[in-house]
């Protein structure tokens, strides 16, 4: 029993243990207490994009160049669950082919029903990490809504990346990514048309105010993947663009909160059956945490 | 359940891999799936940073005798005894009664029905809950059939 204590997990994973390591995560995604030392700032790269854009593939060739200059890397990549079984099919890791899995850490992680939210202990999970030595933490997610956009929203520096012929950078203003986001990468610049693709996203971009850098990468050859690391590394924190980040991730906290009150299901039954409005059911939850 | 779903060696066919992940996630599990080529170390690699409570490793190839021993042995070798180890596609008949000697506890062959994977699961839950011998490192003849 001792031995599976957080207390010694944590300890054991700080003496390298890995299975320890992935123990404690299991135990704080499980919604276990955990009290972890806050000694650092977490570096937190959040990546995100459409289906198909290259997340993944890119996310390899950044982890295994950071962990050939010594960094110690963990990826924590989120996938939706399933809504009707509450399983999850996680394949973020088949990408994985450059990176070696002795040196960098990967840890999938099912939302959990979380829709719109960030998945449970997502933010203990980080700073366990942070704590625990890791010093360059990438979240992968999907984009391709505004739940998604959350999840990346308690990253620090967040990359979106996208590609040739998808047009999706509409979607993603639509959904306010721009706004949070530092840099996009615009990947497959192996294929024809990529030039094109390139310039269509910063046409999009040119009525935004700052708008992100767009730059042009190659997973497949590796080619810009330099250039690319040298701008999350020397990027400014922008006050806009933390201060939107911060916004999204309280309002997430306060959703899954409400999610969780007790009251939350009477109210939401009266608010169905026309006995009280949305506003009136909102005043109720409010009170109930006004008097916690 | 948290499963990993593996490629071992240099099998390229993973449609039998996907299909069962996908069941399994049906089945409300959470599946990793490692995608193709990965060694015996790779795979156990990945089950201890996911903390998977079982690996289930797709075989199309002939070298189930030479990978799948390593990687039963491996999982022991790192402490991870309780992990449940199964295995999906072509093993001879005359080929079984080894890999169920090196600790695996299914194997499903061509025609399986799609539940039956599941209901293994189910039933490794409940004997886990029972303290019954389940993992690649927990001995005992258990086996499904």
């Given amino acids: ?292 | 359940m948290r499963v990993v779903i593996a490629k071992a060696g240099l099998d390229g066919h993973d449609r039998g891999a996907k299909i069962i992940a996908r069941a399994l996630r049906d089945g409300g599990h959470e599946v990793i799936y490692t995608g193709l080529r990965r060694t015996p170390e790779q795979i156990v690699a990945i089950a201890r940073d996911e903390d998977a409570s079982a690996v289930g490793i797709s075989t199309l190839s002939g070298a189930h005798a030479r990978l799948i021993p390593t990687i039963c042995e491996l999982l022991r070798a790192e402490g991870m005894d309780e992990v449940t180890v199964f295995v999906g596609g072509i093993i001879p008949d005359t080929d079984r009664e080894a890999l169920y000697g090196c600790g695996v506890r299914a194997i499903f062959g061509p025609g399986t029905s799609i539940n039956e994977p599941i209901t293994f699961l189910e039933n490794v839950n409940e004997r886990t809950q029972q303290n019954l011998p389940v993992g690649v490192g927990h001995g005992g003849d258990w086996k499904w059939s």
């Fill in chain 1, 1 to 292: 029993m001792e031995l599976n204590s957080i207390f010694s997990l944590f300890a054991n994973a700080k003496h390298g243990d890995r299975r320890s390591l992935a123990k404690l995560l299991t135990k704080i995604e499980n919604g276990e207490e955990i009290d972890i030392p806050t000694t650092k700032a977490a570096w937190v790269l959040g990546v995100t994009g459409p289906p198909g854009a290259g997340k993944s593939t890119l996310i390899d060739r950044l982890a295994s160049y950071w962990s050939e200059n010594r960094q110690r890397v963990a990826i924590l990549a989120v996938d939706p669950s399933s809504p009707i079984s509450g399983g999850a099919l996680l394949g973020d890791r088949a990408r994985m082919v450059h990176s070696n899995p002795a040196q960098v850490f990967f840890r999938s992680i099912s939302a959990r029903g979380n829709h719109g939210g960030i998945p449970n202990g997502l933010e203990h999970m980080i700073q366990t990490l942070s704590e625990l030595g890791w010093d360059r933490i990438i979240i992968e997610t999907v984009g391709v809504g505004q739940g998604e956009f959350a999840v990346i929203s308690v990253a620090d520096r967040i990359l979106l990346v996208d590609g040739p012929d998808r047009g999706d950078v509409l979607q993603a203003e639509k959904a306010g990514i721009l706004e949070i986001a530092d840099l996009i990468a615009c990947n497959k610049s192996d294929l024809p048309g990529s030039l094109a693709a390139m310039k269509s996203i910063e046409d999009g971009l040119s009525y935004s105010e700052n708008p992100p850098a767009v730059i042009g990468v190659s997973s497949l050859t590796g080619d810009g993947i330099e250039n690319l690391i040298h701008r999350i590394e020397t990027m400014e924190p922008d006050l806009a663009k933390s201060t939107a980040r911060a916004k999204i991730s309280l309002e997430c906290s306060m959703i899954s909160r409400i999610r969780k009150s007790p009251l939350y299901d009477d109210v939401v039954n009266d608010i169905s059956k026309n006995k009280i409005t949305s506003k009136e059911g909102a005043e109720r939850l409010e009170e109930y945490y006004g008097r916690l």
